[in-house]
């Protein structure tokens, strides 16, 4: 199979690369619902030396810096209790936390999750967490301007592999919320 964007040299269904992912990455996929089919997401495989993307598009191409996205998990407190998100943006913004996570999650104060909560939570490694097989009682704040392309490159739930995703896929996840302005 080749991918829809980028040039890799291994690349497959994801519903064929179950074992490439962690447990609540390849349940979503086994189990997932939506108007794209789960055929259309893509594994690749890439070297955990590259994850991070500045040094990911270095190494892979730069032309993907437009097309990827990151998944961030955020906490928002409010008298005394916390409650976790996630945040898609595209890698070439950065989450407005303060402002509209803040707003959207009712809370008084956002930041973002320590790595430990982050990675405890989601079961997935630092570096390498999906919107796909997070909790789906968490809400997924996920910015227009990923839903509006037509792939893009998002962590596998580990730090080797990416998924590539139908943007639009994103608005059907679990607790979606497709909100304007949330990568400033």
Not at 65 to 74: F, G, H, K, W
Not at 134 to 150: N, R, T
């Amino acid at each position: 199979m080749r991918a829809p964007i980028g040039d890799f040299q291994q690349a497959a269904a994801a519903p064929d690369s179950l074992d490439e992912l962690v447990r609540p990455v390849a349940e979503a996929v086994r189990h997932w619902r939506g108007s794209v089919p789960a055929e259309q997401i893509v594994y690749v495989d890439t070297d955990p030396q590259w994850a991070d993307t500045a040094t990911f598009v270095e190494h892979y191409g730069r032309e993907l810096l437009e097309q990827s996205a990151n998944c961030v998990v955020v906490a928002g407190k409010r008298g005394g209790e916390s409650r976790l998100a996630a945040c898609l943006v595209l890698s070439t913004t950065r989450v407005d936390v303060n402002g509209v996570v803040r707003r959207q999650l009712d809370a008084r104060k956002a930041s973002f999750a320590s790595m430990d909560v982050a990675t405890g939570e989601t079961g997935m490694e630092y570096g390498g967490i999906t919107p796909i097989g997070l909790p789906e009682e968490w809400p997924v704040l996920v910015d227009s301007a990923v839903v509006d392309l037509p792939y893009v490159l998002v962590g596998s739930g580990r730090r080797r592999g990416k998924l590539l995703v139908p943007g639009k896929a994103f608005a059907e996840l679990p607790g979606a919320v497709v909100l304007d302005g949330l990568g400033v």
